[in-house]
T-cell receptor, first 115, second 113 residues
Framework: DGGITQSPKYLFRKEGQNVTLSCEQN?????MYWYRQDPGQGLRLIYY???????QKGDIAEGYSVSREKKESFPLTVTSAQKNPTAFYLC??????????????FGPGTRLTVL | EDQVTQSPEALRLQEGESSSLNCSYT??????LFWYRQDPGKGPEFLFT?????EEKEKERLKATLTKKESFLHITAPKPEDSATYLC????WGSGTASKLTFGTGTRLQVTL
């Protein structure tokens, strides 16, 4: 079955640590996105990538970094510079050859907690 | 700046009691309006895309409608399995090929027996 996978499902981080969240898709989608979801707030865009080896900052990129070395993979690193990283992180993708305003498909999410 | 406001924040219905969720938006030019369903601890699941005022789409007990200022998600004769958070998002013209979406905070729906 095609889809988006995220791992781990739960992640705990100590103060001062960098952690990396995995996002993999086998949908052959070109564009991939990272969102952050906090209680009482809408999803907020962290980074997005439209093609391999290219990515752009979203609305809240400070304290995060990404890479896009393969079409299938778009890992997100939460650095120690992110002051409030506890949140639910969602990865999404959209297909190649489709209109850019078509729907985004989301992964199951990773819940990050700072200890 | 694009804005999306959803109301109510939470809604409790009895099984079979129809109602509507509201999504009000302001965008420079609407390219698409999206409805998603999200279950606790899971990623959003796509429901509908609406592109122009007057458009309607249906899926089982759900029907989405669109005007120039808002969208409604009508739920007819809901069942307990319809309980979830419903998210609305908009995409504006001028966002290029990035498909950037602006999300509302969602409406938490609970359907009881």
């Amino acid at each position: 079955d095609g889809g988006i996978t995220q791992s781990p499902k739960y992640l705990f981080r100590k103060e001062g640590q960098n952690v990396t969240l995995s996002c993999e898709q086998n949908l052959n989608h070109d564009a991939m996105y990272w969102y952050r979801q906090d209680p009482g707030q809408g999803l907020r865009l962290i980074y997005y990538s439209q093609i391999v080896n290219d990515f752009q900052k979203g609305d809240i990129a400070e304290g995060y970094s990404v890479s896009r070395e393969k079409k299938e993979s778009f890992p997100l690193t939460v650095t120690s510079a992110q002051k409030n990283p506890t949140a639910f992180y969602l990865c999404a993708s959209i297909g190649s050859g489709t209109h850019s305003y078509n729907e985004q498909f989301f992964g199951p999410g990773t819940r990050l907690t700072v200890l | 700046e694009d804005q999306v406001t959803q109301s109510p924040e939470a809604l409790r219905l009895q099984e079979g009691e129809s109602s509507s969720l509201n999504c009000s938006y302001t965008v420079s030019g609407l390219r698409g309006l999206f409805w998603y369903r999200q279950d606790p601890g899971k990623g959003p699941e796509f429901l509908f895309t609406l592109y122009s005022a007057g458009e309607e789409k249906e899926k089982e007990r759900l029907k989405a409608t669109l005007t120039k200022k808002e969208s409604f998600l009508h739920i007819t004769a809901p069942k307990p399995e319809d309980s979830a958070t419903y998210l609305c998002a908009v995409q504006a013209w001028g966002s290029g090929t990035a498909s950037k979406l602006t999300f509302g905070t969602g409406t938490r729906l609970q359907v009881t027996l």
